[in-house]
């Protein structure tokens, strides 16, 4: 990958046309908060737009970017237990808006409920249709160790969603 002096606003812009609806699924996934994904995405085309780097593929790009947004998510995650918070929901739980089962949304829930090593390689193979190779490299793990990641959390996910109905 070769260095660019500054990137112009037309490949921002295409850039997050083209990748921001799948950083904020794999930042939602990790983060369970929409606003907390928003901030994320966010700052990965940041990063983009100050990298640089020109990719020599598309899917190179989309690559760098999602492990630049998994990593800023980590960051975010390991922050969020060194200063606990309150959320707004254990203040107000009324302000939760229901889910709608018809609309996928127990599903959805089901897999916001599971630790976020496993909704990350759940939401990378099969929201964002990666290969067990590909989701290995870009969150620098053992193929073994994403196929196992994969088994437990479609078991985790089966039995959290039959205990939905």
């Not at 390689?121 to 994403?146: F, M, N, Q």
Request: hydrophobic residues 40%.
């Amino acid at each position: 990958m070769n260095h660019q002096p500054e990137r112009s606003q037309e490949e921002i812009e295409n850039a997050v046309a083209a990748y921001a609806d799948t950083l904020f699924r794999v930042c939602l996934s990790m983060l369970r908060n929409p606003m907390d994904a928003e901030d994320m995405v966010q700052e990965t085309f940041l990063k983009f737009s100050i990298s640089g780097i020109v990719f020599p593929s598309e899917a190179q790009k989309k690559a760098w970017l999602i492990k630049v947004a998994v990593n800023l998510c980590k960051n975010q995650l390991s922050f969020f237990q060194r200063h606990k918070q309150i959320s707004l929901e254990d203040l107000s739980p009324s302000l939760e808006p229901p889910s709608d089962p018809n609309e996928g949304g127990a599903l959805l829930e089901a897999l916001l409920s599971l630790p976020p090593k496993y909704r990350i390689v759940l939401t990378l193979y099969y929201v964002e249709e990666y290969t067990v190779r590909e989701i290995a490299l870009i969150l620098h793990l053992h193929e073994s160790s994403v196929k196992r990641r994969l088994i437990t959390g479609r078991t985790m996910l089966q039995k959290s969603y039959r205990e939905e109905f």
